[in-house]
């Protein structure tokens, strides 16, 4: 399966989403996370994001393993999301930053 990382945190710039040929992606507040049920590991949508958040799970840092726990089950309880929207309001600002875990809204 493929992993929404902690790049994500505070951007959802949703390019992602408009290029799965699935529906696999949940939106949270401030995070989109893919649901490992569905996802058929095409990775078109690893190149189209623009902070690099997405990965193969066998390519995952080993810093970020957590997120794979945190995709799988976020996913059951989050909404769906079928197309892209307008990233949030400071997603340029939360694209500097590093070490964004603790900001995950859940
Ligand atoms: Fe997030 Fe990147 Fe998609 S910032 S919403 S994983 S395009």
Request: with cysteine; glycine share 4%; proline share 8%.
């Amino acid at each position: 399966t493929h992993v929404v990382g902690e790049a994500c945190i505070g951007c959802k710039y949703t390019d992602c989403v408009a290029l799965c040929p699935v529906e696999c992606f949940h939106e949270g507040p401030n995070f989109l996370v893919i649901n490992p049920d569905v996802c058929i590991d095409c990775g078109v949508c690893v190149a189209e994001c623009p902070v690099e958040a997405i990965f193969d799970e066998k390519d995952l840092p080993e810093a970020q393993r957590e997120y794979v726990e945190l995709n799988l089950r976020l996913a059951q309880s989050w909404p769906l999301i079928t197309g892209s929207k307008e990233p949030m309001p400071e997603a340029d600002a939360w694209a500097e930053k590093s070490s964004k875990r603790e900001y995950l809204v859940e």
